[in-house]
């Protein structure tokens, strides 16, 4: 099964991600089948996405995930600044994380140190907190949407209360992702 590891958004914040998808939607000047805008009920701030992972092993991911939880207080992220990935073409439209990010890197840090010791694979970038709002399908929308990120850049969506570490199993359906709860466990 597909595995990954994340703190879950608030509604309040999934409101606001799905009014600002809306906006930008409304703004840019492209076809609908350009960007796959992703549901705010499926985002999620992603800790480390493990992959597929043997059933037995599950039980030791969220073993761990419970013992690094519990040596982290909880702490609030503030969702702001609209950014993307790709060069001059954006391929993934995203909103970040601000005050609070050093905690939830942290935790991260702690988190994949803790996997790669049982071993799972480390990361090999820097970690970078944010929300996908979409991906993005030909260039054309990228040019677009990235020109838009300018006006987003200082925008302030909200605050996440990050209170617990849910370990998830991923489901890929034609009509999108279903994500499962496999454990959660509340940070200190």
């Not at 909880?74 to 609209?82: A, G, H, L, N, P």
Request: proline share 3%; hydrophobic share 35%.
């Amino acid at each position: 099964m597909r595995v990954f590891i994340a703190i879950d958004i608030d509604e309040v914040t999934k409101k606001d991600l799905s009014d600002l998808q809306n906006e930008l939607q409304g703004k840019a000047d492209i076809r609908k089948g350009d960007a796959k805008w992703v549901d705010p009920e499926n985002m999620h701030l992603t800790l480390k996405f493990l992959g597929d992972t043997r059933d037995a092993q599950v039980v030791e991911v969220c073993n761990i995930a419970g013992d690094v939880a519990s040596r982290h207080n909880s702490f609030d992220v503030d969702v702001e600044t609209v950014g993307y990935f790709g060069g001059k073409s954006a391929r993934v439209l995203w909103v970040g994380a601000g005050q609070g990010s050093e905690e939830l890197s942290r935790l991260q840090q702690d988190l994949d140190q803790q996997l790669a010791g049982a071993g799972w694979p480390k990361d090999n970038r820097k970690y970078s907190a944010h929300l996908t709002l979409c991906r993005i399908r030909n260039a054309k929308a990228g040019f677009e949407l990235a020109r838009l990120t300018d006006e987003y850049k200082d925008c302030k969506l909200g605050t996440i209360p990050a209170r617990a570490v849910i370990v998830y199993q991923s489901e890929l359906t034609p009509q999108g992702p279903v994500y499962t709860v496999l454990g959660g466990y509340q940070l200190q």
